[in-house]
């Protein structure tokens, strides 16, 4: 069998991994149905357990459709979302929800901009498919593991917006934690279930670059350097530092 050979494009995806941002505010410049199946594509080619491939995608441009994925968002997870970050001192509040109740109607009108984007991808999953793999994959076990299939379902998600990034077009992960509502809106079949919603357009504002730790503070060498490891206060600092590094970004939404 001829060897492959590698394309070197290390720099390339240096390049657009930098360039790509989660985006919620979009113009409104059409996406093509080209590009949307281009994303979609790539996608597939993600890594999962034993090659299950538990996902789906539905392709959406419907105004409407998109119209009732906001109301969805807004009754079953926005809200849910504020009220339970308000139980953190607001020094650790995620930026997206650290305001004040009285302005809660105008705040997720401006958390809900990716509803005007052109197209959006709902990724789903049918998790029949994870008995595909070994049998200890299909679920967290008292070690507190991560499932396959949680983990698979990461994997689609970033080539997702890697691959609206390399069409020059931005996206977001629009996470929610209920079913009913967009399983309604979509017409989602049991067992399969929404995963996550990626808005797909071009940006309607720059976004300050990326912010991510230094290299050296995060690779050890032959063993774990416990030097390195977070303890007590150092960890709220930790949080303290995200937190502020997010807003600027969170706040041009």
Same mark, same amino acid.
């Given at each position: 069998?001829?060897?492959?050979? &590698? ?26 149905? +080209?590009? @949307? ?8 080619? *993600?890594?999962?357990?034993? !090659?299950?491939?538990?996902? %789906? ?6 105004? +409407? ?5 906001? %109301?969805?968002?807004?009754?079953? #997870? ?10 953190? #001192? ?7 929800? !650290?305001?004040?109740?009285? +302005?809660?109607? %105008? ?16 990724? $789903? ?13 299909? *679920? !967290? @076990? ?8 949680? $983990? ?7 080539? &997702?917006?890697?691959?609206? *990034? /390399?069409?020059? @077009? /931005? ?6 934690? /209920?079913?009913? =509502? ?11 279930? @929404?995963? &996550? ?10 976004? =300050? ?12 060498? %032959?063993?774990? #350097?416990? *030097?390195?490891?977070?303890?007590? +206060? ?11 590094? =997010? ?7």
């Amino acid at each position: 069998m001829e060897p492959v050979e &590698t394309p070197h494009t290390y720099d390339a995806l240096m390049q657009t991994l930098n360039w790509r941002r989660s985006i919620r505010k979009f113009t409104d410049e059409p996406v093509s149905d +080209e590009d @949307l199946l281009k994303i979609v594509d790539a996608a597939r080619l *993600a890594m999962s357990g034993a !090659n299950s491939q538990p996902w %789906e995608f539905i392709i959406i441009k419907d105004k +409407e459709t998109m119209r009732k994925l906001r %109301e969805v968002y807004v009754s079953d #997870d926005y809200q849910f979302t504020y009220w339970l970050e308000q139980q953190r #001192d607001p020094e650790y509040r995620h930026p997206y929800f !650290n305001y004040p109740p009285e +302005e809660i109607e %105008e705040q997720m009108v401006r958390a809900t901009g990716w509803a005007d984007a052109p197209a959006m991808i709902a990724i $789903c999953y049918d998790p029949r498919k994870q008995f595909g793999s070994v049998l200890s994959a299909r *679920a !967290n @076990l008292a070690d507190g593991s991560v499932s396959v299939l949680s $983990c698979s379902m990461g994997h689609v998600s970033m080539l &997702t917006q890697l691959a609206a *990034a /390399s069409l020059g @077009l /931005s996206s977001a992960r629009i996470d929610t934690n /209920s079913q009913d =509502g967009y399983r309604k809106v979509l017409d989602i079949p049991e067992p399969v279930r @929404l995963y &996550t919603m990626v808005p797909v357009g071009h940006r309607a504002y720059q976004p =300050g670059p990326p912010r991510r730790f230094p290299l050296e503070d995060l690779v050890h060498y %032959e063993k774990y #350097d416990h *030097a390195k490891l977070m303890k007590g +206060e150092q960890f709220l600092e930790h949080l303290k530092k995200i937190r502020g590094q =997010g807003k600027g970004n969170y706040g041009k939404r």
